[in-house]
């Protein structure tokens, strides 16, 4: 296999089904999931079976398929109406991510134009391919774009998993991870292990591991002692929205590492494609954060780690203000201290 | 029971022998183990049955006693000679805290006076039970001294443990809490899980819920997107070590808080008896830091949560500059913005 690819695809349409890698189950097992119905496919989402913003994006493209499927069958002529309810389901299935929205947007841009007489499953299933090719080719683009702003034998830190589980394939920060250590970049990999889901340790150090590259984890509170010591030189993280001035909700924790970052002088890279970017939004405080179950904080691996009864916070994310970041990488282009002027131009 | 009072006691003499609450088995199960000889104590302490620096300080000075019956019962008149080995055991069982050589050299010095033809099992035992009730008393004083700095219906996050489970009883940072509730200058606390050994989640929550004290908990990802709501006034902690020019080293993620406190303007407390100071150390780069087993970051109770064979770090303390610190409370008073020459006036 070619160092700067990666065989891990968690997104799979075969025998007319959608199947998901199960990543609640990671590293532990690899089970695949058969999805044939829109609902199940949001409920997926919600349940984190698949996550990762352009990972959920690629899904329910696949789910607005199935959901033509199964207007179709049930509604005939009247199909279009009969996507209403699903396609509302599988958009309210994660709030934070745009991407959700953006690839439901493209879909039903589609199918309007399509005639009402007839399935208009493999015309849409075709265009669900596509959005999942494209992202994989975008992460490949960004992917170089990244890895040229890093300088040789540079050592990284990431959060969450922004790799080939969140994406098509590849990943947007594993992806800029990947071509940089191909490229002989970087040279070692620090994970944070990311709580309450720990995807660092469940996905991001699974990935790594599965393509030889050094990783290593640790927990989020020490990552600054780690700084001190001014081995880190990038933060590269992925994003689930950017809104028009170059604010970033991303995983927790992620403005927690950015303002780190900037107090020891380390710098911030979110790797993104701009289906990623809400044009709609002029600054990161419209942003809706999910809020998730208190039972992530308070229970692991569906053991009760603190006193029954107690409150927890859990905010899936948060809010990194455009001022933290040094560079933001899309497959349109780089942006260096984002700002609302500088976006434009990768708009245009 | 008295609202600034707790009946928590983590360390009990009782019938000759030494008992301790296991601390890795909260908050499922209140277990407590029977300890009568020094080794046992030392391994104690470095697996965490109790843990915590001015609770270490007072089991090691229990752990003497035990040592003194032995070396009087193995050695008769050679009694003194027989301490090194197992002394220099229970000074090795944890690096960090000082507390724990505090107590020791204290022992040391008093059984050092004694004549050699007699066991000095019962004078041992009456110095480590004034070390327990001094160190009691001390967190009464800093809990009224700390809580004075607090504007009423304030609230904050603590960290870690430093309560009475990490004391003789009372605590640190949750003796000012528990005083600041009392007095209602504190109407709510948030409470880090502290990965990777989420003392937060089980024990600090447990005490706090025994105590009816409002407590959320969040993991240490989620603190900086809390203080950017506004709703923090303090963050106050403990300490394991605190060196001449006022650096601290306390619980890894306490830096992190330190830096993210500065950012958003919340004023930072460190709650430590004065046997925390190590007055030899001139700055925190001189503090040894305990580096533990990566099975506690891979692995959570006993389960496997990252991949086979992918490398941790787990450093257990990392040490916060002075200059990060808006006061230090010990038992001898405040230290405002500390600084070598106000810690000397503390000393004096």
Chains 1, 2 share one sequence.
Not at 30 to 51: C, F, G, Q, S, T
Not at 301 to 325: C, H, M, Y
Request: charged share 20%; net charge negative; aromatic share 6%.
């Amino acid at each position: 296999m070619d160092k700067n690819k990666t065989s891990i695809q968690p997104i799979n349409w075969q025998d007319d089904a959608l199947f998901l890698l199960d990543q609640r189950r990671l590293p532990a097992e690899l089970i695949w999931l058969e999805y044939d119905h829109p609902n199940d496919v949001a409920i997926a989402i919600k349940d984190m079976v698949v996550r990762g913003a352009p990972a959920i994006g690629i899904t329910a493209a696949f789910g607005v398929v199935l959901a033509a499927r199964q207007a179709w069958n049930v509604a005939g002529v009247n199909w279009k109406q009969a996507m209403t309810a699903p396609l509302a389901r599988l958009a309210e299935s994660r709030p934070t991510a745009v991407n959700l929205h953006w690839a439901i947007h493209r879909m039903t841009a589609l199918y309007e134009t399509l005639p009402d007489n007839e399935s208009a499953e493999q015309v849409l299933l075709k265009e669900a391919q596509a959005i999942h090719a494209e992202d994989i080719a975008a992460n490949h683009v960004m992917g170089k774009l990244g890895a040229d702003l890093i300088d040789p034998k540079s050592t990284v830190l990431t959060h969450c998993n922004a790799g080939a589980l969140a994406t098509g394939g590849f990943g947007t920060a594993l992806g800029v991870i990947r071509q940089g250590y191909a490229d002989g970049k970087i040279v070692q990999v620090y994970a944070d292990e990311t709580r309450p889901w720990l995807q660092g340790s469940r996905l991001t150090a699974w990935e790594l591991q599965q393509d030889n590259i050094p990783v290593t984890l640790q927990a989020e509170g020490a990552v600054a002692a780690l700084m001190a010591t001014g081995k880190l030189d990038w933060v590269i993280v992925g994003a689930d929205r950017i809104t028009a001035n170059g604010d970033v909700a991303n995983k927790i924790g992620t403005y927690m590492l950015a303002i780190l970052a900037k107090y020891h002088g380390v710098r911030m890279m979110v790797v993104a494609p701009t289906s990623t970017i809400d044009w709609q939004l002029n600054s990161g405080d419209e942003i809706p954060i999910e809020q998730r179950p208190e039972y992530e904080v308070t229970m692991i691996n569906g053991q009760q780690i603190a006193p029954e009864g107690v409150p927890a916070l859990n905010p899936a994310f948060d809010v990194t203000p455009a001022s933290l970041i040094a560079v933001i990488v899309t497959e349109a282009g780089v942006i260096l201290s984002p700002s609302t002027e500088k976006m434009l131009k990768i708009k245009e």
